[in-house]
């Protein structure tokens, strides 16, 4: 299952939106990618943070090596903690 958020964020002159996406297959858990839209063309996935519901554990996966803005990231982690269980709404 994936769902996109509609809400698009911008920084440093890129804009982001968020994936929501559940796993079962190779991973139990649920994750929220963060995804470069534009300008054209777009990086696509930026990070991931992923919720384990196997284990509990919470994990982020950096897709990219170039910098991104840490208010970015912040952002994105508070996203993440609301969205993915345990915390979910």
Known sequence: M?????ERW?????WYTTTLASSVTNRDGMG?????IAPAPGRGPVVEA???????????IS???EPLPLDLIEQF???A????????D
């Not at 911008?10 to 890129?14: D, F, H, M, N, P």
């Not at 929220?32 to 470069?36: I, P, S």
């Not at 992923?50 to 994990?59: A, K, L, R, S, V």
């Open 2 to 6: 994936t769902s996109a958020a509609a």
């Open 10 to 14: 911008y920084y440093g002159g890129r």
């Open 32 to 36: 929220l990618e963060l995804d470069d």
């Open 50 to 60: 992923f919720h384990d519901d196997t284990t509990g554990e919470w994990t982020f």
């Open 63 to 65: 897709h990219i090596t």
């Open 77 to 79: 982690i508070a996203e």
């Open 81 to 88: 903690r609301r969205r993915l269980p345990p915390g979910s």
